[in-house]
């Protein structure tokens, strides 16, 4: 089956899961077409559909657009217009394809128009979700909003929400493109977002199921914990907690809870043997904060280096406020390191509770604290990681998604 992949980037969470999807499909010995707005890794397999200066220039604009809108900088990237873009439908890829597969396809990409015009050529497509923006005005994660299911209006994330804001406008214009779609297939890659996009009025048409993202267990899988922390350079006599977000100073990520949990432990027993171990961009004032020895590994490219970083820690600890199937906490129980969160998102669908980790409720420093102190005083900790390690091969496998999406594009073509 010839199908073509569309992501703006190959990197960041949609653009990594995109990637693991393409090399399961490809193992299954589907020929896949990858199109991209710009391609970083420069691999020769990878087109970008335009040049970076044209893409830039359609980012920009967006943007721009945005900013006479925006409630304040810490929305910026929060809500997308699609206003800009380029037309690919003539692509030789998208012609030659049996399936179009659009995943995440924001920032100067693909425009609301573009989408008409892929609609236009009359092939199936299939639309996997990475979060909320396909059925919303305009946001990525509404939060407590639920404007989107009565055509949006009032958006918190405006300078002046009002029922005919920019987000109502986006979302009317979203409707009108949605009915080019003769043959749309949506998948969600946790029951929570696929739930929330079945009772949206925008995909209320489509076929919406769930298909996770897959992981290649063979390439991440747990490497011996003192070798690891030997080659990181990181002490062996300490309980090492984990925290990974691509911008610390991200709120969705929620910083703050770990760093209020942590607080709690220190108040509680101020000799706690702890450090902290944290990758991604941090600056230096936001990490001062925490109230153990901090080890800042910053943003690690290289994937040894990744999985010896879950491999070194104690429990991989993920605050986030808003989430949908996060790539890190499939990689940290893939290399058998337990995962500490949050209730919320398509989380709980990752973690059993007190089986391959702790479900702690949301915003609760307390319960992130007990979560904190349960993983790390677990008397047998190797049951705990083996069963992380067991339920990534059960469920996350190259073979399970493969066949899942493969019943999705035979579906699709039978519609033709």
């Known amino acids: 089956m010839k199908i073509a992949i569309l992501n703006t980037y190959t990197s960041g969470g949609a653009g990594i899961a995109c990637m693991r999807l393409v090399a399961a499909l490809r193992a299954a010995g589907h020929q896949v077409s990858i199109l991209t707005a710009e391609n970083k890794s420069q691999k020769t397999d990878i087109q970008a559909v335009m040049s970076y200066t044209r893409w830039r220039f359609n980012f920009i604009a967006e943007r721009l657009r945005w900013y006479w809108h925006e409630a304040d900088k810490e929305v910026r990237f929060a809500f997308s217009i699609a206003n800009w873009g380029k037309d690919i439908s003539q692509h030789p890829a998208i012609q030659g394809a049996d399936i179009i597969h659009l995943h995440w396809i924001n920032q100067g990409f693909l425009s609301l128009d573009n989408l008409a015009q892929l609609a236009a050529t009359q092939k199936p497509i299939v639309w996997t979700l990475h979060d909320m923006w396909a059925f919303t005005g305009g946001c990525h994660y509404a939060g407590s909003c639920r404007n989107y299911l009565n055509q949006c ?21 979203k409707q009108q493109v949605y009915t080019n779609f003769q043959n749309l ?61 691509a911008n610390v100073a991200d709120k969705r990520k929620g910083f703050e809870w770990l760093q209020k949990g942590l607080e709690l432990i220190k108040k509680d027993n101020p000799n706690s043997n702890l450090a902290l171990l944290v990758m991604g961009k941090a600056d230096t004032d936001i990490l ?26 104690d429990v991989f600890a993920m605050p986030s406020l808003e989430d949908n199937l996060p790539n890190t906490i499939m990689e940290s129980l893939a290399c058998a390191t337990p995962v500490l969160a949050f209730r919320i998102g398509g989380i709980p669908e990752m ?15 307390e319960d992130f604290k007990n979560g904190l102190n349960w993983i790390l005083n677990q008397p047998d900790s190797e049951i705990l990681r083996q069963a992380a390690r067991n339920f990534v091969l059960e469920n996350y496998n190259f073979q399970r998604i493969n066949a899942a999406y493969t019943a999705v594009y035979e579906q699709a073509l039978t519609k033709i």
């Open 153 to 173: 209006g009032n958006c918190v994330f405006t300078q002046k929400p009002n029922p005919t804001d920019i987000s109502q406008q986006i979302f009317k214009q």
């Open 185 to 245: 297939s949506v998948v969600a890659c946790s029951h929570w977002l696929a739930n929330l996009a079945k009772e949206s009025p925008l995909l209320k048409n489509a076929a919406v199921q769930n298909i996770p993202n897959p992981i290649d267990t063979e390439l991440f899988k747990p490497v011996d914990k003192i070798a690891a922390r030997q080659q990181l350079g990181l002490p062996q006599d300490k309980k090492l907690i984990l925290f990974v977000a």
């Open 288 to 313: 001062q904060k925490l109230p153990f020895e901090v080890h800042y590994l910053g943003i690690l490219n290289k994937t040894e280096q990744i999985i010896q970083t879950y491999s070194a820690a």
């Open 351 to 365: 973690i059993i509770h007190q089986q391959t980790g702790y479900l702690a409720e949301p915003a609760q420093a």
